[in-house]
């Protein structure tokens, strides 16, 4: 039993570090650059989709924060991807017609790159 209560403490631990890291992330992929938004209106899960880009050291790095809507709420959830440098304009031209399939085909490969995307079935 002891076991079990332990693991269960340092499971709940190890997953809000992670958590924390994942909502530095965002802040920091924000506060170095400005991002390109694409707002999805008629989307029943998607909200919006800002793309970042940005270099350290001369190597660029690219982001994409996409917000999921909430049932019941006019508020989002925001998840980071590092996607490729094409993935912005994959997206764009393609998430008009379908932000979902827009998003599956060309920001949901990325989701093991940070550990910071949702889980879905």
């Given amino acids: 039993m002891k076991r ?6 340092l499971f709940s631990v190890t997953l809000e570090i992670k958590a924390q890291s994942c909502e530095d992330m965002m ?7 400005t991002g390109a938004t694409y707002r999805s209106y008629s989307s029943n899960a998607i909200s919006k989709v800002t793309f970042y880009r940005f270099a350290i050291d001369y190597q660029t790095y690219y982001f994409a924060i996409v917000c999921f ?12 991807y590092q996607v490729a440098s094409n993935t912005e304009l994959n997206y764009s031209l393609n998430y008009y017609e379908s932000a979902g399939k827009a998003f599956w085909k060309y920001i949901q490969p990325y ?4 550990g910071c995307a949702p889980e879905f079935e």
């Fill in 4 to 9: 079990l209560f332990f693991f269960l403490i």
């Fill in 111 to 114: 989701n093991e790159n940070l």
């Fill in 27 to 33: 802040e920091m992929v924000k506060s170095k650059s």
């Fill in 69 to 80: 809507k909430r049932e019941y709420s006019y508020r989002c959830s925001e998840y980071i």
